[in-house]
Structure formats: C-alpha cells, structure tokens
C-alpha cells in the first residue's frame, strides 16, 4: 500500500481506519429510531438553519453549514456511532415536552426550557450566549404568545447554562424583584473557580474539546457530542437572588411547584435537578444525557466524583423516575414514559457505578490508569444501549479522571516523579531513536501498518525537539486525523483533528477577546471572589519585596474588604486596616466595570473619578496597573 502523507487539508480514510468504521457499523442496531422519534417528538417551529444573527448581524450560531448531515450515508472518515448522534444533534426548533413544558433545542449546545406559569414562565438555563437565548425566546413567543419571565433557574455552574440570560431578562427586572434568579449552593464559587480562576487555559483547551474553529463536513467538524457546538456571542451573569440548599426542598414559583434534588460534585460542583409534581416531569439538568458524560472534561475542570453521580442517579429513580411520565434534561432530547425513564436513569446509574467500581477493583492490583483502560470494557447489554456510548466522554479518560480522584496525577513510579519536561524529553528521545530522519522514516512504517496511536508520540516527541521540522508536523497531523476519524466520542475527534490543523497550518490568526474573560462578569462577582481573581493576576517576583495593606470600599454596597500584599502573595479579609492601612480605595460596580476595560484600565479610572485612592495611593496603583494579562492562544500541540 501506498498511503499518501503529504500535505494537504484533510487526507482520505487509511484501509485500518475503514475497516474499524465498519466492524462498528455490524456491531450496533443502526436500525433502532426511538431516538430520532423522540428527538422530533412535539416539534412546533423552528427558524431557518437554526440561525441567529447579533445586533450588528454577524451570524453568531447556524446549522446551515451542516446539511451534509441530511444524508444517512456515513463516510469512513467519521465513526458511524457518532454519525448518527450528528445527525440527532442537528435536529432543531421549538418543541412541546408535555403540557406547559417547552424547550429549544439546537440553538446552541444545550437545551433552554420555558415553563408555563399562571402568568409568566419559568427559564431553565439561558444557554451559553445572549444572541441564541433572545431568539428562543422570540420563537416561543412567535408560536405560543408573548409572556413575561418570572424566574430564571440555573441548573448548574458552566457557561452554557447560564451565559445568555441578559437574554431573556433584564438586570433591573432582578435587582427591581421582578424576576428571580435561582440556583444551586455555591453557584457563584463554582462559576469563579472554573470560568475566571481557570478561565484562560480551559477556553483555550475547549477548543480542542468543541473543536470551536474546525469547519463544518465530513472530514472535519460533525458535533460535539452534547449538541452540535459552542457558537458566539455576547455572554453574561446576573447572580443568584435566591440559593437551593438541600434535596426535596420546595418552591411555587408563579403558581409551578418546583421540588429540588442537590446533586453536588455530579457534572458540577454545584448542580440540581428538578421534579414538577404537577406535570410529572423529571429534568435531570445535566447528570443524565444521552451520551456517557465526562468525569473531568478535555477543556479542564475539577474531577468529578463517579460514585456521587452513581448515588445521586440513584437518589433519582428511588425519590422521581416512578412518578414521573417523562424526563428531560438541558442536553438532548426528552425520554417519555414511567418505565422507560425508570429504565434510562437506572442504566445511566450503572454506567458511572461500574466505570467506578472496576477502576477501582484494577487499580487495587496496582495498574495504572492507562494500563487499566486498555482492558476495561462495559458489559455487553449496557455498552450496546445508545445512551451509554461515549459521544462526549470516554472510557479511557475517565478510568484517568477516577484514578485521579482517588490518586492524584501520580501513578506511583519514581520516574514520574520529576520527568524532563517535553521539549528537553523530546531531544532526547530523538537523539536515543537515531535522529529525527531515521526516527519519521521508522514512523512512516508504522503509519502505513495503522499503528496511529505510536505515530502520534513519537511524531509528538519529534516536534517537541524540532517545531520546524515539517516532515515530522505532517506526519504527526496525519496519525492525529486518522484517530480523530475512528474516535465515537465527538470531544476526542475534535482534539485530534484540531491539533491536526495547527500543526499543518500553525495557529490561524483571530480575535483573542473570544478567549478573554468578560470585565462584565468579573465586576459583577460578589468581592471576596473578585479579589480571588485579582490574586493570580498579580506577578510574584515583581513584588516580593513590598508590603502594602489598604482597605478597598465599594460605595454603592456599604461594603469594606481589607487587601494585604506580602511576599508577593495578596490576601482579602472582611473589614478594615483601620489606621494601619496605607491607602484607602473607593469605587462602585459601575467604576469597577470602567477599571476593568483595557483600554481605561485602573490608572484611566482614577483619572475618569470612577475610582479614588486616598493615602499612599502609588504603590496600590502600581500594584493594580501591574497586573498580569494572559495571551489565550498558547500553544498545544508544539512548544
């Protein structure tokens, strides 16, 4: 055989790759539409391609570029398994769940659901940006008529579920209380700790997961997984006015009563589903889809505790499922039926119980992670049931995620105790293999025989030493994209065809403030998680040597926070310095948010008046001026 691997945009299917594609096509009843029929069931409108357009009309999220999907034909170059979920993900519009139950699906990755109160209606989850909500919201009026919001519900801490809820309410609605704000206990710690302290390494890395500037076909982007993709857009937050705190505790809101299951630690640190006796409805928010989920996702995350999920599945169908006639979620499509929701809840319970137990059972005969994902399989019965495939997570790297629950990174050699780091490893591994020539040759080979997985390392390890060397880029792009075309799980294609990309044509220019954190939403968080953010900003060894205490008041909240920075480390307390403070810093949120932007930043403030430092104000202000920004578009994939 004589495989071309020269350059060019997207190669064909290698022969090892068609015949993995259709060795799965046999081994999975392609047959079964229950999905599709649920998928449509209760379709009412939708808009043209899915597309919305912002203010200045810009195309911000759109189906259109996915037609290809309309044809069942699947191409080798992606897995059959995941075709199928592409093509349920495309599905979009306006859909009747049960009597008022409503959601809109398709308009970002996940779902956003209207509930019909006495007067108004309930919003769960705004979706990711304010674009798509604002048209979901409009095609529920268009079809059903205009209601005011009464209360906006978020199930849970990530961006998708709570970005676009300026929307579909206004922030002087919330503060008026017009409009409540629900969430789950923590919500706003856990929103800091994932979007803001870790904000700028995890939207670069969800590049990869969502695979956010890949094209849309067949031989690039299809999906991802949990819905068809990340879109763009305006984001925002408005915080909670009202936190859950504990299972079965219940509201009525505009005549609907909601009763609350906490299911920390589950898909989020902070998460809960919800039960609405009157409808028998069960929304399982983000702890039940159609897929097998993530125990710690490729963007990065917290590790997510795999028998927490187990319990509170169960918790679910012991305290919900038997009353409920349909069950729904803020991903996918909805499950009707008592005993089919008793049955879809009690598998997903057993997915993650059993991922858990066996990595667990192996690891106690002392195998590593990676050792104990190679021979881990699910049983037969569950493997084979759609909802358990690994369209967004996978085996492997949760059988990783679990060990590093209980483990930590690491697997207990000594040579991992403090390894070269990757270039200076690379080098070496090369020099070891004979040089870069002899060492892509042997590669070559391995290539033609599909060993992709080995290609993919060594060619790894070939452009760690050399970024230049085109021959081993090349090679180490194909080896990735043959492993993105046979992966089931959408997140995965996308990072191996992704990095595919940047290695044959480096990091394509573009804006960066789509990977900035929004100064919209750092002045809006409440201030102890503020000055958590302002903290790894601020560059260690620039002021090791300086001490500097001043008190920070916000005006329009009558509130005081005393700020200490010594040996390089800023700490934040409640209250004041007193006469121990060397300065004294006044502002309001709306000064805040003028400090924030790049181009005013804190010095343009105090000029502007939207901030006054009284005292010492110079070494606070140099302090402030001095702090560190991030360039959100690191490299991956080479050094």
Wanted: aromatic content about 10%; some cysteine; glycine content about 8%.
């Amino acid at each position: 055989m004589n495989h071309d691997t020269t350059n060019s945009r997207h190669k064909e299917a290698h022969p090892r790759t068609v015949s993995m594609q259709e060795r799965l096509r046999s081994s999975l009843d392609f047959s079964d539409a229950d999905d599709f029929d649920n998928a449509n069931r209760g379709f009412i409108g939708t808009i043209e391609d899915a597309t919305v357009r912002n203010a200045s009309g810009r195309v911000v999220w759109s189906q259109k570029d996915y037609s290809f999907l309309d044809d069942a034909y699947v191409p080798f170059t992606v897995n059959p398994s995941l075709w199928r979920m592409s093509r349920l993900n495309k599905i979009h519009g306006l859909f009747k769940v049960c009597d008022r139950i409503y959601q809109v699906r398709g308009f970002d990755l996940a779902n956003i659901t209207f509930i019909e109160g006495d007067t108004g209606l309930i919003v769960i989850d705004p979706l990711t940006f304010e674009e798509p909500a604002r048209a979901a919201l409009e095609l529920y009026e268009k079809h059903l008529g205009p209601r005011k919001v009464a209360a906006v519900m978020y199930s849970h801490s990530h961006r998708d579920h709570y970005g676009g809820v300026k929307g579909v309410v206004s922030e002087a609605d919330v503060e008026a209380g017009r409009v409540q704000i629900i969430a789950p206990e923590g919500f706003m710690e856990e929103v800091m700790s994932e979007s803001l302290l870790a904000g700028i390494p995890s939207r670069r890395r969800a590049e990869f997961q969502f695979g956010t500037y890949l094209e849309p076909g067949p031989r690039a982007h299809v999906d991802s997984g949990l819905g068809k993709g990340m879109g763009t857009g305006t984001s925002s937050l408005i915080p909670p006015t009202r936190l859950i705190t504990h299972t079965n505790e219940r509201m009525v809101i505009d005549g609907v009563e909601v009763i609350f299951q906490m299911t920390p630690g589950t898909e989020a640190p902070a998460e809960m589903n919800f039960y609405f006796p009157q409808m028998r409805a069960l929304n399982m928010a983000e702890n039940a889809c159609h897929t097998m989920h993530n125990l710690c996702p490729l963007r990065g995350a917290k590790v997510r505790d795999a028998l927490a999920w187990a319990s509170y599945l169960d918790e679910s169908v012991e305290l919900y499922a038997g009353q409920a006639d349909v069950c729904l979620a803020q991903h996918h499509w909805p499950t009707w039926g008592k005993e089919k929701v008793i049955r879809y809840l009690s598998e997903q319970r057993d997915l993650y119980r059993y991922i858990h137990d066996q990595t667990l059972r192996l690891m106690s005969h002392g195998l590593t992670p990676r050792e104990i994902s190679e021979q881990l399989m699910m049983p037969n019965d569950l493997s084979k049931q759609w909802h358990t495939r690994g369209y967004y997570g996978a085996v492997v790297h949760n059988v990783q995620a679990i060990y590093a629950f209980y483990m930590g990174p690491y697997d207990g050699n000594p040579v991992n105790l403090n390894p070269l780091p990757p270039s200076a490893a690379a080098a070496k591994y090369i020099e070891y293999a004979g040089g870069a020539e002899r060492a892509i040759a042997r590669a070559r080979e391995d290539f033609e025989r599909g060993e992709f997985r080995w290609v993919a390392q060594i060619m790894n390890h070939a452009v760690f030493a050399d970024p230049a060397n085109r021959a081993a880029r090349e090679l180490c792009a194909d080896a990735f994209e043959q492993l993105g075309y046979q992966a089931e799980s959408a997140t995965w294609r996308n990072a191996y065809l992704l990095g595919a990309r940047e290695l044959r044509e480096g990091l394509r220019p573009r804006e960066k403030d789509g990977n900035r954190i929004s100064p919209g939403v750092v002045s809006k968080l409440p201030m102890p998680l503020f000055f958590d953010f302002i903290a790894i900003r601020v560059v260690g060894e620039a002021v090791e040597g300086q001490t500097i205490r001043f008190d920070w008041h916000m005006t329009d909240e009558q509130s005081c926070t005393k700020v200490t920075l010594s040996n390089g480390a800023l700490s934040h307390r409640p209250g004041s310095h007193g006469d121990a403070a060397d300065a004294v810093l006044q502002t309001t949120r709306a000064g805040l948010f003028q400090a924030l932007q790049a181009e005013i930043g804190f010095s343009g403030a105090v000029d502007s008046g939207d901030v006054r430092i009284d005292g010492n104000a110079g070494p606070v202000l140099s302090l402030l001026a001095g702090l560190d920004s991030f360039d959100p578009l690191f490299n991956v994939v080479e050094p």
